[in-house]
């Protein structure tokens, strides 16, 4: 792989990702919400009742950008707190009513942009699109990456990068 091809295939990832997430965040902002409200959304429409703290982890976020977004959502009328039956300083995340009849405007809004970035896609494409990226997803969320691989990446050096490149001959 020449030395300007290197990091295209996640350069590019990232950049669609970027621009499907400001797709989505101009359709939801249409409806009330801010980019990452609609994941605590539907996690809660999923899994009703859980606590900041299980919707952190769920979500790969700190569990302080949970109770910030919480809040809000809690102020908009979407969300409502409960004291926890068995530990007081727990509390549960539950939808209010507004929170169940907004679950569809999200829903819809996620379903145009999903239509809008695979527009001109066959079947066929989307299912191999979706296993390409389960497993980008599988590669990286299992990197643990010691801290002399840490410092390597960091310097430029990767003991990685020609067993990539072999693997991407084959």
């Given at each position: 792989?020449?030395?300007?091809?290197?990091?295209?295939?996640?350069?590019?990832?990232?950049?669609?990702?970027?621009?499907?997430?400001?797709?989505?965040?101009?359709?939801?902002?249409?409806?009330?919400?801010?980019?990452?409200?609609?994941?605590?959304?539907?996690?809660?429409?999923?899994?009703?009742?859980?606590?900041?703290?299980?919707?952190?982890?769920?979500?790969?976020?700190?569990?302080?950008?949970?109770?910030?977004?919480?809040?809000?959502?809690?102020?908009?009328?979407?969300?409502?707190?409960?004291?926890?039956?068995t530990d007081a300083r727990q509390a549960h995340i539950f939808l209010t009513e507004a929170g169940h009849d907004a679950i569809r405007a999200i829903e819809k809004s996620v379903k145009k942009t999903e239509k809008q970035a695979l527009?001109?896609?066959?079947?066929?494409?989307?299912?191999?699109?979706?296993?390409?990226?389960?497993?980008?997803?599988?590669?990286?969320?299992?990197?643990?990456?010691?801290?002399?691989?840490?410092?390597?990446?960091?310097?430029?050096?990767?003991?990685?990068?020609?067993?990539?490149?072999?693997?991407?001959?084959?």
């Amino acid at each position: 792989m020449s030395k300007s091809n290197k990091g295209a295939a996640i350069s590019r990832l990232h950049q669609v990702a970027r621009l499907a997430r400001t797709s989505l965040a101009s359709r939801l902002l249409a409806h009330g919400f801010y980019a990452g409200q609609d994941q605590i959304m539907l996690s809660l429409h999923d899994d009703d009742g859980q606590t900041p703290g299980q919707l952190a982890s769920r979500l790969g976020v700190r569990p302080p950008t949970i109770t910030k977004t919480i809040n809000r959502l809690q102020a908009q009328g979407f969300l409502e707190k409960r004291a926890s039956s068995t530990d007081a300083r727990q509390a549960h995340i539950f939808l209010t009513e507004a929170g169940h009849d907004a679950i569809r405007a999200i829903e819809k809004s996620v379903k145009k942009t999903e239509k809008q970035a695979l527009k001109g896609f066959d079947k066929k494409d989307v299912k191999q699109l979706s296993k390409l990226l389960l497993r980008i997803e599988s590669n990286l969320s299992n990197l643990a990456l010691t801290d002399e691989e840490a410092a390597a990446e960091v310097d430029g050096v990767s003991d990685a990068e020609p067993e990539l490149e072999a693997e991407a001959a084959e």
